[in-house]
């Protein structure tokens, strides 16, 4: 079960019901989920794919929505997790072999909209000072990106979803937000495509640290070397 606040102030009401900051095709999330584990006990990273749109009611209300995921070569560890220069070519030919080259000049062609990194740690993840830094600055700090961060190693594995405001003041901020998995009757690669099957979250918030001072990775003698299970439910708590 998947867990989210429907009184959060970034849920927006309209007379066809709720509309979320972010939607996640449901086999994006089971994809990434197997791949966090599969690279476990290292940390995994990977661009999300998508569009950017907005809700054609009176609340003109603006929402992303992530329809495909893609990686290449990482350097990574148990603590850290970057792209090669390898890897970023192998993830643009992907884009220029599915998407097209032109693909920036469309609004309704899924692109880059953001970021799944794991912290495979055994415990609720966070953002360390790198990631913040990484995320909001170019070139993954435009408005409406999405970052999923994932801890894949309980049996619940943690997946949490964070987004990109601007602030009353301007400022660029990184806010843990509600999000809806979809499932897809129609293509997704499709203009104008409607949502089918939206599932809402519920029940057991509890409180995200997500704002404090960024924490110190365990050492990767202390983790747990089985691999993580399969199965189980994905938490995502936040305030």
């Known amino acids: 079960m998947f867990r989210s606040n429907l009184d959060n102030t970034y849920?927006?009401?309209?007379?066809?019901?709720?509309?979320?900051?972010?939607?996640?095709?449901?086999?994006?999330?089971?994809?990434?989920?197997?791949?966090?584990?599969?690279?476990?006990?290292?940390?995994?990273?990977?661009?999300?794919l998508g569009v950017k749109a907005?809700?054609?009611?009176?609340?003109?209300?603006?929402?992303?929505?992530?329809?495909d995921w893609v990686t290449g070569s990482v350097d990574s560890t148990h603590i850290s997790a970057n792209f090669t220069s390898e890897g970023l070519q192998q993830a643009n030919q992907y884009l220029d072999d599915k998407y097209g080259k032109e693909r920036e000049k469309d609004p309704a062609i899924p692109k880059i909209v953001g970021i799944v990194h794991s912290h495979p740690f055994g415990f609720e993840p966070h953002f360390s000072t790198t990631d913040l830094d990484s995320f909001l600055n170019f070139p993954y700090d435009s408005p409406g990106n999405?970052?999923?961060?994932?801890?894949?190693?309980?049996?619940?594995?943690?997946?949490?979803?964070?987004?990109?405001?601007?602030?009353?003041?301007?400022?660029?901020?990184?806010?843990?937000?509600?999000?809806?998995?979809?499932t897809s009757i129609k293509s997704e690669f499709e203009k104008n495509e409607l949502y089918y099957g939206l599932n809402e979250f519920s029940?057991?918030?509890?409180?995200?640290?997500?704002?404090?001072?960024?924490?110190?990775?365990?050492?990767?003698?202390?983790?747990?070397?089985?691999?993580?299970?399969?199965?189980?439910?994905?938490?995502?708590?936040?305030?």
């Open 203 to 239: 029940e057991d918030l509890k409180e995200d640290k997500s704002d404090e001072d960024a924490y110190t990775p365990p050492k990767i003698e202390d983790l747990d070397k089985k691999k993580p299970k399969s199965k189980g439910k994905v938490r995502d708590f936040f305030s």
């Open 146 to 182: 999405v970052f999923i961060l994932i801890d894949p190693v309980p049996s619940n594995p943690f997946f949490k979803v964070f987004k990109i405001i601007l602030s009353d003041t301007n400022e660029k901020v990184l806010q843990h937000v509600p999000w809806m998995e979809y």
């Open 54 to 67: 907005i809700y054609k009611g009176d609340n003109k209300t603006e929402f992303t929505r992530v329809v």
């Open 11 to 48: 849920i927006t009401n309209t007379e066809e019901g709720l509309i979320y900051p972010v939607y996640v095709n449901s086999r994006v999330i089971a994809e990434i989920l197997n791949f966090c584990k599969e690279t476990y006990p290292k940390e995994a990273l990977a661009f999300l």
